[in-house]
């Protein structure tokens, strides 16, 4: 069985920092992207980073680049999330997802149909 676990939210102040991580099992592909979404009540899931196995390409939204960086240890099966210089508007649930094989991934990453697999999220809470 497919799973992505989440963790590492929380609650931080405004300016601080979180590292989320989302680990896997079960997923043995040789090809696929790791994708981090947020959601906060009657709002659409927002695509915020992508991270490609393929070659270690990265994407983000422009929310949050040049704050949070994508990374992959392939080793472990996790993907993290650092997230630095934290606002307030970042409060939101984290969410981990998995496309196979992607193609396009430039086009579609932020896109929440493109994600096969997903994690249960954490909640991450940014107080000002």
């Known amino acids: 069985e497919v799973q992505f676990v989440e963790s590492g939210g929380g609650l931080v102040q405004a300016g601080g920092s979180l590292r989320l991580s989302c680990a896997a099992s079960?997923?043995?592909?040789?090809?696929?992207?790791i994708g981090w979404f947020r959601q906060v009540p009657g709002k659409e899931r927002e695509g915020i980073s992508c991270?490609?196995?393929?070659?270690?390409?990265?994407y983000y939204a422009d929310s949050v680049k040049g704050r949070f960086t994508i990374s992959g240890d392939s080793a472990n099966n996790t993907v993290y999330l650092q997230m630095n210089s934290l606002k307030p508007e970042d409060t939101a649930v984290y969410y981990c997802?998995?496309?196979?094989?992607?193609?396009?991934?430039?086009?579609?990453?932020?896109?929440?149909?493109?994600?096969?697999?997903w994690g249960q999220g954490t909640q991450v809470t940014v107080s000002s």
């Open positions: 997802a998995a496309i196979v094989a992607p193609l396009l991934l430039y086009r579609l990453w932020a896109f929440p149909e493109s994600y096969e697999y």
């Open positions: 079960g997923f043995t592909f040789d090809r696929y992207a």
């Open positions: 991270i490609d196995s393929a070659d270690g390409s990265t």
